[in-house]
């Protein structure tokens, strides 16, 4: 078994241990959790040091700096009648994916610490769940692709359902049949292309070399595009996200905005863009459309918001928004900054939703105003907080700004599929959520953390523990090294777009800018 099916293989096996642990050894099974997910992080360092060893090795033989090929393939095959194989490996863009994963789960686990409840089947369930995100991430056939997309969104139901707060069987059930929705668009156009290619294969490599007519991608593109939309929060088919995030435990809300809702915009680029170039180029303007209303509608309605959760979940929308902005322009700059938004949207959140977890843990409330004066007692979860709030901004030297210049730059650089002005002047319309951003983060966390303390009880509070300055710490740390250091990032993931640009530039729907 190779290094990527380790990848996969880790997480679950480490459920496993977890599910043999006797219930009432829940420390065993913190530490099993933590361990697993440790373990894991460290295989991700050594994958990523192979990873950028071998494409050095090709760069230099090729003269060219670009990490173009799929590396530490496994092939395998599966159901060979049926085209169906085990089909494994990481690009930069896949890198990117599973070393955001590894890093959030470890410090959900570590947030989750004082799961109390049902605590063997909590972090069973959260490691299974996790185990069809990173095999989504390396998977290159579809039907694999897809056998982990369900993997991964089936266990949030029992997640939310069981171990989450407020309406919490309406959120897991609202969540799980919009997913589930989204999975029918996109299995109806795996199915498509299965036999449209006429080569009865799901391998995604081999589909891109297929030829589909322009009929069939106008009609198919839109069916892919929207189905990993749903999950991607795509307005207007976000109504789920919030729900969702405002009842879900601490790590869950971490995976959920920081990882799951990430496969949306993966999927996205990965398939539609790839595979049905010509459909994107037909409907890149309408979604460019809808991304940025869910850019600029997420951050108007979290300005509304008197519950931390929800503030951060309607942030959550407008973020991901970017995403889907960036996908849509179809050039180098905005796919980039489309890639380095998943990356950053990802640690931001967790963080976010972290710290959400572990102030209700202290306080026993989310809603602003009951909050206030809290920096005096935790000034660790405090400053934390404030740094997450400036990279949701876009403040440099954080990640946040690192993405989302490459996604404005992008949309001003036009593409030939779509007027230019009219890309200006959405774009233009997206970077007024700056301001709104700045408004609702700055002043909603001024609420929470200062002024006068609003409740005696408040007195008592306690910082963050070892653990969990540990989660928050690493989490912190990595939103710096991107934005203080983003050429390596930026590097990884170029040369893995050049074929997504190919497949754009056959059918003249490539940038004119590189």
């Known amino acids: ?62 003269q060219t700096s670009l990490l173009t090929k799929l590396y530490l393939v496994e092939k395998v095959p599966w159901f060979e009648s049926l085209g169906i194989q085990y089909f494994v490996g990481v690009d930069g863009i896949s890198m990117a994916m599973v070393i955001l994963t590894s890093i959030v789960i470890f410090a959900g686990v570590l947030a989750s610490w004082n799961v109390e409840i049902r605590t063997k089947e909590f972090f069973a369930l959260l490691l299974t769940l996790v185990t069809g995100v990173f095999g989504v991430f390396v998977s290159f056939d579809l039907f694999l692709f897809l056998m982990f997309y369900e993997l991964a969104v089936l266990p949030m139901y029992l997640l939310i359902g069981v171990w989450g707060t407020g309406p919490k ?17 996109v299995l109806v156009g795996f199915l498509a292309m299965y036999h449209a290619s006429g080569l009865h294969t799901f391998d995604l490599q081999q589909l891109a070399q297929a030829h589909f007519s322009s009929d069939f991608q106008r009609w198919v593109f ?58 994107a180029a ?30 951060t979940a309607y942030s959550s929308v407008s973020h991901c928004g970017f995403v889907l902005f960036g996908v849509a322009t179809l050039n180098m700059m905005g796919l980039k900054g489309a890639v380095i938004q998943m990356f950053s949207h990802g640690i931001m959140t967790a963080l976010f939703f972290g710290l959400i977890g572990m102030v209700y843990g202290r306080t026993h409330t989310r809603m602003l105003d009951q909050m206030g004066g809290l ?10 907080f404030y740094i997450a709030g400036l990279a ?25 599929w779509a007027s230019s002005a009219a890309m200006k002047v959405l774009t233009i319309i997206a970077t007024m959520s700056i301001v709104v951003t700045a408004v609702y983060v700055l002043r909603g966390l001024a609420r929470v953390f ?36 983003p050429l390596l990032f930026v590097n990884m993931i170029e040369g893995s777009l050049l074929p997504i640009l190919n497949r754009l530039h056959q059918t003249g729907a490539v940038a004119f800018a590189h």
């Not at 609202?174 to 029918?184: F, N, P, V, Y």
């Not at 920096?375 to 934390?384: E, N, S």
């Open 169 to 185: 069987e309406y959120s897991a059930m609202k969540l799980t049949l919009m997913l589930l929705i989204g999975s029918a668009f």
């Open 1 to 62: 078994m190779g290094l990527v099916s380790w990848l996969i293989a880790i997480p679950f096996i480490t459920a496993l241990v977890i599910l043999a642990i006797p219930s009432g050894k829940w420390r065993m099974i913190r530490w099993a959790a933590a361990i697993g997910c440790g373990s894991h992080l460290l295989l991700t360092a050594a994958v990523t040091y192979l990873y950028w060893h071998a494409c050095a090795a090709d760069a230099s033989s090729a």
């Open 375 to 384: 920096a005096k007692k935790m000034p660790w979860l405090a400053t934390t």
């Open 392 to 416: 949701s901004l876009g403040l440099p030297g954080l990640s946040g700004f690192v993405a989302e210049s490459h996604i404005f730059f992008g949309g001003f650089f036009g593409n030939v």
């Open 450 to 485: 200062y002024g006068p303390i609003t409740n005696h009880e408040f007195e008592k509070l306690t910082d963050a523990t070892l653990p969990e300055r540990i989660s928050t710490g690493l989490l912190v740390a990595v939103l710096f090294a991107v934005g203080l250091s």
């Open 282 to 311: 037909v409907w890149g303007l309408f979604f460019m459309v809808l991304a940025t209303i869910n850019i600029i509608y997420g951050s108007f309605v979290a300005i509304m918001q008197k519950d931390l959760k929800y503030f």
């Open 222 to 279: 839109p069916m892919i595009f929207v189905g990993f939309g749903v999950i991607g929060a795509l307005y207007p088919l976000h109504t789920w996200s919030p729900d969702g995030h405002s009842s879900a435990p601490t790590a869950v809300s971490m995976l959920h905005a920081g990882v799951l809702m990430k496969l949306g915009g993966y999927g996205a680029l990965r398939i539609a863009v790839y595979l049905l170039p010509q459909g």
